[in-house]
């Protein structure tokens, strides 16, 4: 098992303003997780990558998380889903932080959700092949249950004569039989 270590995103700009956050407010990391169905560690390394800050330490010098960390680390698992890596992740949080201007940082956002949009389209497009391809391969099959007899043999199921109604087999099923 080969371990890369990603380089740690840029803090943010000294510029850029911090929200106040009262005491009460603030979670410890083991909250983070659980409400973000994380683990620890998890959101460990999204901190080490600079994915997620902590607002500040307790006493006991464990970490403590603005309610904010709760939508950033649900982005996170989001553009996980959506097949980001985190490094990928990390470069667009750089490009965010790096953009100078809310119109640059809006169309950085706009062109790689523009691309996975595309992406999702054309996955979407194939599972509806393959869902109508499983709807037909378990109506083939199941008339096998009143059409077939046991002397039938098996390779003869592609082409099934017994079934009027679907003579050749989906391929889900013919490409069983094939050689």
Known sequence: MTIRHLPVAAPPEPSRPTATVSEDELIQVGELAKATGKTVRAIHLYEELGLVRAHE????????????ALLRVRWIVKLQ?????????????????????????AQKLREVYGAKLSETKK????????????????????????????A??????????????RPHAPELVAGVHAG
């Not at 330490?57 to 904010?68: D, T």
């Open 81 to 105: 889903g959506l097949g980001l890596s985190l490094s990928e992740i990390q470069g667009l949080v750089r490009d965010q932080d790096g953009s100078g201007s809310a119109p640059i940082a």
């Open 57 to 68: 330490r307790s006493k006991g010098r464990y970490r403590l998380f603005a309610p904010e």
């Open 123 to 150: 996955k979407l497009d194939e599972l509806r092949e393959l869902h109508a391809e499983l709807e037909a391969s378990l109506a083939f099959l199941s008339s096998c249950d009143t059409a077939c007899e046991s």
């Open 152 to 165: 039938v043999p098996v390779h003869a199921c592609p082409t099934c004569e017994r079934n009027p109604e």
